[in-house]
């Protein structure tokens, strides 16, 4: 064999293997960063879970506690037993309005009115209230307690109101959605309550597409309760994994049949291109997903750059319409379900806010009027129209920058960011002669009573501002009482 000979078999052996070598680390490359995305993925799916989970529990608290915190509850429902307003506005009252199995017991365990479906023993109930999940061996319950106490809080009347749902097929239908693939409930058998947590580990497996994650559901002590399983849709990494592995084989064959042109070809139009896309995966793994690809090339490579770039452009898509669920659910979380007005949780939130820029703020605490009698001669439903009209009246009737919450029950509270007291009286004062001009009962009048508190003149947190603005919302009732007789 001529010099040339051995020199060319040895550069053309040299370039078989290199050749080898380097798709074998690109497709290493894919591989690694195929894993990573499913990693992340995995872990996603189960924070969204766990948000999902504690969201439907945040709203059944919300509902519970409107519940509890009643005179009327505590007056009618627990001490006179009152089973025809037990029936309108208890049960099956909850039942048919919002879907919760509902029971009032009493601190000896005796029950004034529960539903049908209503499956957990009522033993050991906190004093506080409290969420979280029963698992009856069967079914998954998300079940939250509340004591019943009178609006103020104050008197307690031996006796707690509980919702509980049921984790059933149309729910998790409605999670399914939420977190883009099908999600399924195994429990594990046992009859176990406690507040809930899922596994820190979650397990996962990957398969032409298709990701399924194994999320265990357990109590406050670490026992399992059941797990959840989700299949999540996932091709666009499997796609590219595949799309790589044939380019790996067809390069191999193409350098071993062809000569050094063939070979510096392929180098050109193959690897550089190889390359690219490799740089492409780094990218979308750090979320970068604007790629310059060759997408016109009509071979294998132009395929894969096309695959990119659907990838790129799916993943893009995923990203912001979860990120769009996820502010909506957080919005959500902030809206009283009855009047969707803003609840107590971001009353909560916005005066922590103020409070942290060091900003002076009134804030106004607020009781309709006679808005029992609506309830007495209308019905519930009636009241809670009015209530969701009176509550849009207010949002329409303030300030832009200025907040309405509904604190409870017909309560109601003001945030007026930089009034001072003064200001603020005159504010209401206004919103008092213009609401007591609404039509909004027919011929029943309504009016409200209010208490104002000033930050951070008058009290330096929001129990402080709330008990001074509450105590002289009712020493206002009680004068308005007085001249009225």
């Known amino acids: 064999m001529t010099v040339r000979g051995k020199i060319v078999t040895l550069v053309f052996s040299c370039i078989i293997f290199l050749s080898f070598f380097f798709l074998f680390w690109l497709r290493q490359s894919v591989k690694v960063v195929l894993e990573e995305n499913l990693s992340r993925e995995t872990n996603y799916t189960r924070e969204m879970l766990w948000s999902l989970l504690r969201g439907e529990l945040g709203r059944m608290g ?26 309108e506005n208890l049960n099956p009252w909850v039942k048919e309005q919002f879907g919760y199995e509902v029971i009032l017991v009493t601190g000896e365990k005796e029950v004034i009115t529960a539903s049908p479906g209503w499956v957990m023993p009522c033993t050991d109930l ?55 693939g099908k999600i399924f409930y195994r429990p594990s058998g046992k ?59 067809l390069s191999v064959s193409v350098v071993v049949l062809f000569s050094f042109l063939v070979t510096w070809v392929a180098v050109k139009r193959i690897l ?32 894969l750059s096309l695959g ?50 060091g900003r002076q703020f009134a804030l106004v605490f607020l009781d ?10 209308l019905g519930h439903t009636e009241g809670d129209r009015l209530l969701r009209r009176m509550a849009l009246w207010f949002e329409k009737n303030i300030r832009k920058e200025d907040i309405v ?43 409200f009573s209010y208490g104002v508190a000033v930050y951070p003149d008058e009290a330096m947190n929001l129990d402080g501002l709330l008990s001074r603005s509450d105590g002289e919302m009712y020493a206002r009732k009680r004068r308005r009482l007085l001249t009225d007789r």
């Open 191 to 249: 009859a176990i309550r406690g507040e809930p947590a899922l596994g820190i580990e979650p397990k996962s497996s990957y398969r032409r597409g298709m990701l399924q994650i194994a999320v265990e559901l357990l109590d406050g002590e670490g026992e399992v309760l059941g797990e959840f399983s989700i299949e999540k849709e996932y091709t666009g990494p499997f796609r590219v994994y595949a799309t790589v592995w044939r380019v790996f084989l």
């Open 308 to 357: 990119f770039a659907r990838m790129a452009e799916a993943l893009q898509k995923r990203e912001e319409d979860l990120g769009m669920e996820k502010r909506k659910a957080e919005r959500l979380a902030n809206l009283d379900s009855l009047t969707h007005v803003p609840n107590r949780r971001f009353l909560e939130r916005s005066v922590e806010r103020l409070i942290q820029e």
């Open 405 to 447: 919450a509904r604190y409870g029950g017909d309560e109601f509270c003001f945030l007026f960011p930089g009034l001072t007291r003064e200001e603020a009286e005159d504010v209401v004062e206004r919103l008092s002669l213009r609401f007591l001009e609404k039509d909004f009962a027919g011929s029943l009048s309504l009016g």
């Open 368 to 377: 309709l009027d006679g808005f029992k009698r609506v309830n007495d001669l």
């Open 272 to 303: 550089f291109p190889l390359e690219r896309l490799r740089d492409s995966v780094t990218r979308i793994s750090q979320g970068n997903y604007n790629l310059e690809l060759e997408v016109d090339r009509k071979d294998e490579i132009g395929e």
């Open 62 to 87: 919300v509902a519970v506690a409107d519940y509890a915190q009643w005179t009327d509850m505590g007056e009618k429902g627990v001490k006179e037993r009152n089973t025809a307003w037990l029936r």
């Open 126 to 180: 906190s004093e506080e209230a409290w969420g979280g999940v029963y698992g009856d061996g069967k079914n998954l319950w998300m079940v939250v307690s509340h004591p019943v106490v009178d609006n103020s809080g104050e008197q307690f009347y031996n006796a707690w109101v509980c919702f509980a749902k049921v984790v059933d097929g149309a729910l998790l239908e409605q999670w399914s959605k939420m977190l883009g």
